[in-house]
């Protein structure tokens, strides 16, 4: 059996940086695109050897593995009249719908439903996958444009969602460093590298000892009478890292 088809209902942002994904990663299967979204469909087909189907029911007729990529308020209105192949894999992207809540809907009650959360990130190559329940198929297909992370629960998806949040947060705060070492006299350039790299650095020497906790490593270089110390007790003191919990805290609970 080849590599199973793949058909995306919804060809906005979240579909098109995954197809993206998907081809930069070296996934050459056959992509389906809905034709809801007409412009943007044909840009995407273009740009990634996709095809665009007809309507809605031709995406499916011609995928094995469905992705869900409307925003929730319009799910309704595109599974109507939509008929789905027993067992067919159906893989949600759409950010707070549970599987239960999916299920209520008639065309969907006897396919096998997954949940996914893919960043942006993934169009090149990186970034974390949550997904749930564990499904091999769909493990493999995330797995080439990211590090999938399987939840223990459905539940975690809440928190898996901050972390999404937390993704575009960090440009924010890369920013803000950024334009601070410019006002310092630093060149565009200079200032760019210096944040990305003291970071990325950061992260790449923590994850080659997995065997430390991050706040064994910080508490390892902030020692007394270093400039890291006073540092990091000023962050502390204006309650610099307890926001970013806080924030995600605000995310993470469903109204």
């Not at 575009?168 to 334009?179: H, M, N, P, R």
Request: with cysteine; glycine share 10%.
């Amino acid at each position: 059996m080849g590599t199973p088809a793949l058909g995306m209902l919804g060809v906005g942002h979240l579909a098109t940086y995954t197809v993206k994904g998907l081809r930069n990663g070296g996934d050459t299967r056959r992509i389906i695109l809905s034709p809801r979204n007409a412009q943007a469909a044909s840009l995407l087909a273009e740009q990634c050897q996709c095809e665009v189907a007809g309507s809605n029911q031709a995406v499916v007729d011609g995928s094995e593995i469905i992705v869900l990529a409307v925003r929730p308020e319009s799910l309704a209105q595109l599974l109507e009249g939509l008929i789905f192949r027993p067992g067919q894999r159906v893989i949600s992207v759409m950010a707070g719908v549970s599987l239960q809540q999916l299920r209520q809907y008639p065309a969907l009650q006897a396919v096998t439903l997954v949940r996914a959360l893919p960043p942006a990130s993934v169009e090149v190559g990186a970034g974390p996958v949550p997904l749930f329940p564990a499904d091999e198929t769909v493990v493999t297909l995330f797995g080439a444009m990211g590090k999938v992370i399987v939840l223990e629960s459905e539940a975690l998806f809440d928190v898996a969602l901050a972390h999404g949040c937390l993704h575009g947060w960090s440009y924010f705060l890369v920013q803000q460093l950024i334009d601070w070492s410019r006002e310092q006299g630093m060149s565009k350039e200079a200032a760019r590298q210096m944040v990305v790299h003291s970071i990325g650095s950061a992260l790449a020497l923590a994850e080659s000892r997995p065997e430390l906790d991050y706040g064994d490593i910080g508490n390892g270089i902030a020692t007394p009478g270093t400039f890291t110390l006073k540092g990091i007790e000023q962050i502390r003191a204006a309650n610099g890292l307890q926001a970013w919990c806080d924030a995600m805290e605000t995310v993470s609970k469903p109204e």
